[in-house]
């Protein structure tokens, strides 16, 4: 019997030594989040387990001016002349109507807080939109260099994973963490169609608490593979969009999930 546990014991530490040169092996690329960095608890956590790891600084917080990708950096460098016009519809008749109490004033002001806000919603969409290019410019040098064997996604990253897929930056296995690709799409303005790869080879994990990136956008991206017949599958939990559950691995084994895709691609990923 002793000689028995032995034998398991040391099976199961040939084992671990096997899975842990097989994850040095393994060249993972995590595209963040809009608001995250490569500090986020996500990449702590691949970068825990996957010493070929790379997580490209996207610098695209939408309220940080000193991220030159982000969406505020843009309005004040880029569109600073509809910046002020905004502002002088504001002020001007705020300033007049101060001076002088008029009905042609008062008007006047409201008006102008119609045109101000009309023009500010589509220096934003523009923004958002700038942003989320120079993201993906970026993203897609960054693949070209590192050449992932796995590429993976969070949110704002999600969706430039899914547009590098439909772009045909990125051919290798992928999963994507709540993507946004959608909800991107719907604050920009623009239309996105449902579509993947006919080679494409990926998990998307959702939570279903989540309420920043609705599930029914990944319901509808596995509802395109399934009736296309694409080896991509959706995960759902029971997280929030933080997506706890992919760092704790009695709930969701994430780097064995890596280990499997990387293993359906044997040839690894093709990059244009």
């Known amino acids: 019997d002793i000689l028995h546990i032995i034998i398991i014991i040391t099976t199961l530490l040939k084992k671990a030594e096997m899975a842990k040169g097989e994850r040095e092996a393994i060249r993972v ?4 989040g809009i608001e995250s960095g490569k500090s986020s608890p996500k990449a702590k956590f691949l970068a825990k387990h ?21 969406a505020l950096s ?3 460098a880029k569109q600073r002349g509809r910046l002020a ?8 008749p705020s300033y007049l109507l101060a001076k002088s109490f008029k009905k042609r004033y008062v008007a006047l002001l409201a008006g102008s807080l119609v045109v101000a806000k009309m023009l500010y919603k589509r220096m934003v969409r523009d923004a958002l939109a700038h942003s989320f290019w120079r993201c993906y410019q970026l993203a897609k040098q960054e693949i070209e260099k590192f050449q992932p064997d796995v590429l993976l996604g969070s949110s704002w990253g999600g969706g430039l994973v899914y547009h590098l897929l439909r772009q045909g930056a990125y051919h290798g296995p992928f999963i994507l963490f709540a993507p946004a690709h959608q909800l991107v799409a719907r604050k920009a303005k623009i239309v996105v169609p449902t579509e993947l790869p006919r080679n494409a ?5 959702h939570g279903r608490a989540d309420v920043t990136v609705p599930i029914c956008d990944s319901v509808e991206l596995e509802q395109y593979a399934k009736e296309h017949n694409i080896d991509v599958d959706l995960i759902k939990t029971e ?17 064995d999930l890596i280990c ?13």
Do not use: E
């Open 29 to 32: 690329m995590f595209l963040h």
């Open 85 to 92: 016009v905004v502002l002088s519809l504001i002020f001007l």
């Open 260 to 272: 499997q895709l990387y293993h359906k691609t044997q040839d690894g990923p093709r990059i244009d």
């Open 74 to 76: 843009f309005l004040i």
């Open 201 to 205: 080879v990926g998990t998307i994990i």
């Open 50 to 70: 996957f010493p070929n790891f790379s997580c490209p600084a996207l610098l695209c917080h939408p309220r940080s001016l000193s991220h030159p990708n982000g």
């Open 239 to 255: 997280d929030d969009h933080q997506l706890a559950s992919v760092r704790d691995p009695a709930r969701l084994d994430l780097v």
